[in-house]
């Protein structure tokens, strides 16, 4: 064996080692965060919210949860927990279903009352950065788990722990949650927030992400219908 093979092979080991403590130094920033940070006025497009921003142990980017206004919380409380998708959510990308998820979360959120809560988890806790290489695999015939993985990173990188601190700082403890993703079902076992319902979040597939809600769909168990191109 030569001195580049083995360089490479050093190399190789190193970076997936970085990877994993990036993760482990990633969650567990997540689950340190404790306490709300402000309080605004936000009308929007939507339709007028309070927005509240957590600390998340990183600067300037802060939880955030969108509140209608007068929410009576002896009621469940309609509720979405969205993590950050930059390229989805404010630029409109065809790559994934987040900025029409988010889109109607907020529209139903405004016209019933409720909250969003809005996770800073880029790239389902990877990072921008890691997403885009991720999706350079993925021009290149991967799917959206194996690329992922060819990357050192699990399926699905996200922690929801954060959530319930939330709910609790803001004072809700019964919630309908809209979502299609059984991993957040299951963040609410044994909190003390009661999960009384799933409320489904319907959206078109079209040629763009038809691909990628299908994997959704067959291997991680997001809870859809029949996926067709619109
Ligand atoms: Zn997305």
Redesign the pocket.
Known sequence: MNAAVLTFKYTKKTQFRFRKAFIFVFKFRIIMITEILEKVFLPTSHGEFEMVAFESGVKDFPHLALLTKNLDTAKPILTRVHSE?L???LFG?S?????EQLEESLSKISEEGGVLLYLRQEGRGIGLINKMKAYNLQDDGMNTIEANHALGFGSDDRNFDVVIQMFKLLEIDKVKLLTNNPKKIDIFQDTGIELVERVPLVIEAHSGNEAYLKVKKEQMGHLFGVIKVA
């Open positions: 998708c390229t989805g959510d990308s790559r994934c279903d987040c900025g």
